[in-house]
């Protein structure tokens, strides 16, 4: 086996992706297998991760690296790697396992100047999958001790993608394609990632069945901070604005699920991970003060946060999409490792339903006013931003309105009778607007909201 002596420098080591008792890295060191120099078949090389002990101790390969051509993928290709987390005293199954045995898939046989090559299935343990094929430059089993396996409940069932590389040209008595492993659409909170591994059949033709493929599972790490205060008024006076609590939560996303149009060994080497923060708070909509002897109904038009082409601008830029899994489109042709990925729910305002995103009409908020009373409306709104490890934005800021989060702070706080004709009113209004009216429960007021036309 020749090993490439230009080891490109070590990025700076991101903190490991931890599911139950496995450890996920990335490295972008590898040694070189094969490569088809020499033979009639289209050009490509076979790699093997190899993370350097110091950098990532204990640290396995899920399978060998197919990369069209004959360039040097140190330092430009980035594929995960896996380790065992130490669970003392944890009854859970060890997360790894090495193969009980392999099985051949291809091996070359064609010029006699070509040197040679196989390419092994790993067969797995009884409750533990294989997600990749290991190569060796003769036709000897590989090491049990070159590839592991994954427990079966921390991977998901994948599909065959493009064809990356077949042998046709090459002479070999066995036929053989490789393709890339395409993770499924991701659900609420998920990311299913490939290691950047290939499966490889023997034939030129795809299966159309299962292709017993597999990608890695992982939840999209969050850290969350309690609600923003709710304000309260405690005068007749105007709220000053920028007085009101804030909450910040952030979801952590690994550096492949962003695009940040940099090669994606600049981009992971500069920034391991994102940080998509989500900060809270309450917005003063509206506020009036009632010195006559009747209650009075008032009527405030707020326009909403959402802004159709700022969530382009950033879609466009990021990848990353707010209300359904992403990427749209593979983000590119030399990132190895593919995914699917999908923020929870709570945290994209989708515990509902993700059509609050679409609604971009001023919301009309109509309220009850009591007599020598002051009341002032308030609304939920979230500013997102995307922040790199070193500080940096990327791309563009945006704001969403939550319309389940209007209330009304009342001074003084007194409980009053609900006037009788604020609904009529309010009825009238929205069906001047062709709108329907949403009644939101108050403690001491008649509140209702609607989306102006």
């Not at 890695?216 to 005068?235: G, K, T, Y």
């Not at 109509?366 to 997102?384: C, E, G, N, R």
């Not at 709108?435 to 108050?442: E, G, K, Q, R, S």
Request: hydrophobic fraction near 40%; aromatic fraction near 8%; proline fraction near 8%.
């Amino acid at each position: 086996m020749t090993i490439e002596e230009n080891i490109a420098a070590l990025p700076r080591q991101m903190e490991p992706i931890i599911q139950d008792n496995l450890l996920i890295n990335f490295t972008m060191e590898f040694s070189r297998i094969w490569s088809t120099n020499g033979s009639k078949a289209k050009s490509a090389t076979f790699w093997r991760p190899a993370p350097a002990p110091d950098a990532l101790p204990g640290y396995f390969s899920l399978g060998d690296v197919l990369v069209p051509g004959d360039a040097n993928i140190n330092g430009e290709i980035v594929t995960a790697v896996v380790c065992e987390k130490d669970m003392k005293g944890s009854k859970s199954a060890k997360a790894l396992a090495a193969p009980v045995d392999f099985e051949l898939v291809w091996k070359e046989t064609g010029a006699p100047n070509v040197p040679r090559l196989s390419i092994w299935r790993p067969l797995a343990p009884v409750g533990y999958v294989a997600l990749g094929q290991v190569c060796t430059n003769d036709h000897c089993k590989p090491s049990l001790n070159s590839v592991r396996c994954v427990r079966v409940d921390l991977v998901v069932a994948a599909n065959l993608g493009e064809l990356i590389w077949n042998d046709k040209g090459s002479g070999a008595k066995m036929s053989f394609s490789a393709f890339a492993i395409e993770p499924p659409t991701a659900t609420a909170g998920d990311i299913l990632f490939t290691p950047g591994t290939f499966a490889g059949i023997q034939g030129y033709s795809k299966p159309a069945g299962p292709s017993m493929a597999y990608a890695l599972r992982m939840l999209i790490p969050l850290q969350l901070s309690a609600p923003p205060q709710v304000p309260v008024l405690n005068d007749y006076a105007k709220p000053a604005v920028g007085e009101s609590d804030v909450a910040t939560h952030v979801a952590r996303l690994p550096w492949f699920a962003v695009r940040d149009h940099a090669h994606p060994g600049e981009q992971f080497r500069n920034s391991p991970c994102y940080a998509l923060k989500r900060t809270d708070e309450y917005v003063l909509i509206g506020h009036e003060r009632n010195e006559t002897d009747t209650s009075r109904a008032t009527k405030w038009t707020a326009p909403r946060a959402q802004n159709a082409m700022t969530m382009r601008m950033f879609q466009s830029l990021t990848a990353v999409e707010i209300n359904k899994a992403w990427p749209s489109t593979p983000l590119s042709d030399v990132r190895v490792t593919r995914f699917s990925a999908c923020l929870p729910k709570d945290f994209a305002h989708m515990k509902a339903s993700s059509n609050g995103w679409t609604e971009l009409r001023p919301q009309v908020v109509i309220a009850m006013v009591p007599k020598q009373t002051a009341v002032a409306v308030y609304q939920l709104q979230s500013h997102y931003e995307l922040i790199r490890e070193d500080g940096t934005q990327v791309a563009v800021d945006f704001g969403y309105t939550d319309d389940d989060s209007v209330l009304l702070s009342q001074y003084p706080s007194e409980p009053v009778e609900v006037a009788e004709t604020c609904l009529p009113m309010v009825s009238d209004f929205a069906q001047n607007a062709e709108a329907d009216v949403i009644p939101l429960p108050t403690t001491d007021m008649a509140v209702v909201i609607d989306s102006a036309p």
